[in-house]
């Protein structure tokens, strides 16, 4: 085998590796330091839904400031959004420095990325809220989740790929909270 395929087996085995520690990191984390307990169907205590409001609130910020940030490149690198807006312009693609192009994509990644881990955040928010969560638990995934998503928005903006990695990493980690404790919860309902 080549260093290269060994690089490549080593870095294959850490991407699978990868999800799996952070579930049982946070599956470890609900149960030994939370006290989970069987669901208890209920409306959401004001706490939770504060908390819920708190992270709603961070995370339109969020999507507020990558949307600002994308249409500042396409306003400092002369691009356009729709043929419309090129015809009218006067201007064309090929014009363009291909930093611009770079620039674009890197916001329209961020922002893709934000809106599909977010997507998976909130529904498992929501079916945490209420089931009677332990308050600490529902507060640390919660804002750990929203708070890391504007980190990780800024990271992913400013290319800095380890801050980048941190900040994804503490986001699925929380993701992987909230569903691990609906798990457990539903597993102590037996």
């Known amino acids: 085998m ?20 952070l579930i049982l990191i946070s599956a470890v984390v609900n149960f030994f ?16 839904t504060f908390v819920l409001a708190i992270a709603s609130i961070l995370l339109v910020l969020n999507h507020t400031w990558l949307m600002t940030s994308t249409e500042l490149t396409r306003l400092q690198y002369g691009l356009h959004a729709t043929p419309e807006e090129w015809e009218s312009s006067g201007s064309n693609k090929k014009s363009i420095v291909p930093e611009g192009w770079e620039e ?27 089931i009677s969560p332990n308050l600490i638990a529902m507060q640390i995934w919660t804002l750990a989740f929203a ?11 400013k290319g800095r790929d380890g801050l980048r ?20 919860s539903l597993v102590l309902s037996w």
């Open 2 to 21: 080549t260093e290269a395929q060994t690089k490549k087996s080593r870095v294959r085995l850490i991407i699978l590796a990868y999800p799996l520690g």
């Open 33 to 48: 330091l939370f006290d989970v307990h069987p669901p208890i169907v209920a409306l959401p205590s004001s706490e939770t």
């Open 104 to 130: 674009l994509e890197r916001r329209h990644n961020a922002h893709r990325n934000a809106t599909e881990n977010t997507t998976h955040f909130v529904l498992l928010a929501v079916t945490m809220a209420v």
């Open 147 to 157: 708070v890391s998503r504007i980190g990780h928005s800024y990271s992913y903006i």
């Open 165 to 184: 990695g941190l900040f994804m990493s503490i986001s699925l980690t929380a993701t992987y909270g909230l569903a691990s404790y609906v798990v457990i």
